[in-house]
């Protein structure tokens, strides 16, 4: 009896004496949904990525497809690439290959990208002219900002 007492105890003491479940990748995206303040269509506001980029890390292509689509080129300087996807799914704009992050805003200079999986860092784009942006990591110490340059001239 007393056995059975303390490893209740104990369980309760090490999770927190909760009945909630712990946060899985299934419930997470649910947590941003009252984050998210754009509509479908402001996707369009985003037409400032159309091109090739280059950065210091790798080169990027931005290409729309559609109305509310958009695929994302990664090369490396080893010469890899990897495709990511900005797609429309339950209400909100997803990124990366897996869904890793949603997006949480769409301004006219600007994109805000929130992680949906554990161990990812929350990221924003944000236009500084026609040929120049900045990609920003958002660190817990300090945030992190790549700078991407236009590359050539693409037809989105």
Known sequence: MYRSFFASLFLCVLF?????????????????????????SDVQKMRWLAGAWK??????TFLFHGGNSLEIML?????GTDNFY???????????A?????VTWIG????????VKP???PMTWTRLNDDRWHLVR???????????ERANEMQP
């Open 86 to 96: 900005l797609t429309w799914n339950d209400g909100r704009y997803y990124y990366g």
């Open 55 to 60: 950065s210091s890390a790798n080169n990027q």
């Open 119 to 121: 161990n990812l860092l």
């Open 16 to 40: 927190g004496c909760q009945n909630t479940p712990p946060l899985s990748d299934e419930t997470f995206p649910k947590n941003l949904a009252s984050e998210v303040r754009y509509q479908p």
């Open 138 to 148: 958002h660190t817990p110490d300090k945030d992190e900002a790549v700078v991407m």
């Open 98 to 102: 897996n869904r890793q992050w949603v």
């Open 108 to 115: 006219e200079k600007d994109v805000r990208l929130d992680p």
């Open 75 to 79: 090369s490396s300087k080893t010469g």
